[in-house]
């Protein structure tokens, strides 16, 4: 499969006005992301990701290290051109609608206005923005902001969207929305490159990931392979019994409603829970394996112990 992201040996220093030294931020990362993928990059605060979009994207140029960008050297015309981006913290001409912020950037890509007329009412649709199409960029909430600065990144069409937290400030349904977008991106035979703290989303869209601590790629892979399929306890939850008569079986609480929540740890335990039960007539509400999850995977990485 053809590569649209490669970076090899990676190195980004900042001075500390403190200091009056360099500090490194990325420390020789290296990986590959491939076409047609939606590519995870995770990190804490602070880790580096940020400044490894602003190197792909030639916004600042690192000490040492190759990128390359569609099988071309990243700071060439042709491959930018075919880049769709959003920062963390875009800024805006907030005077302008949301209609006449897309013609402003529609006309920095050169786009036609018969091109213009079909591509922004789609976008805008997409984005979820199209009753607030005439109203002005200030007037906006965080999360329209973000909508607004995906259906930019879209405009030209791009083989490579780069996504920098695009997730953040929106509702569940708004993240849901942007999820489903950039699914459909996948689906068109895009790639996306993303950066989010919110674990869930990328477990559920992503095809592969990345982890950056310190400046560094400390696990990279498809995430069903660095994902543990191993059950590591089971919860149940149940009406009708005491929290005491399921001692020593698991960790149990009483959760809102009176009912009982015992995560179970021995595989044999769950046979007992399950034998109490019905043996008190106690009714089961739900019996959920809990294996791996990107979270557990992202602390324990993170922080190991």
Known sequence: MATAIRINDLHKSFKSEFLRKQKPILKGISFEVEQGEIFGYLGPNGAGKTTTMKCLLGLIFPEKGDIEILGQPHLAIPAK????????????????????????????????????????????????????????????????????????????????????????????LGRKEIRDIIVELRDAGKTVFLSSHILQDIEMICDRVAIIVEGRIVNSGRLHDLISQKILFTEVTLSGITESELHDLGESLVIPGGDILIKVYQEQNVDKVLGLAHERKARILSLVPRTQSLEDLFVGTVRPE
Request: glycine fraction near 8%.
């Open 81 to 172: 051109a075919r880049l769709g981006y959003l920062p963390e913290n875009p800024y805006f001409y907030d005077y302008l609608t949301a209609r006449e912020f897309l013609q402003f950037y529609s006309q920095l890509h050169l786009l036609k206005k018969s091109e213009q007329d079909v591509k922004i009412p789609d976008l805008l649709k997409k984005a979820g923005l199209q009753e607030a199409a005439g109203l002005q960029l200030r007037k906006f909430s965080k999360g329209m902001l973000q909508r607004i600065g995906l259906a930019q990144a879209l405009l030209n069409d791009p083989d490579l969207v780069l996504l920098d937290e695009p997730l953040g400030g929106l509702d569940p």
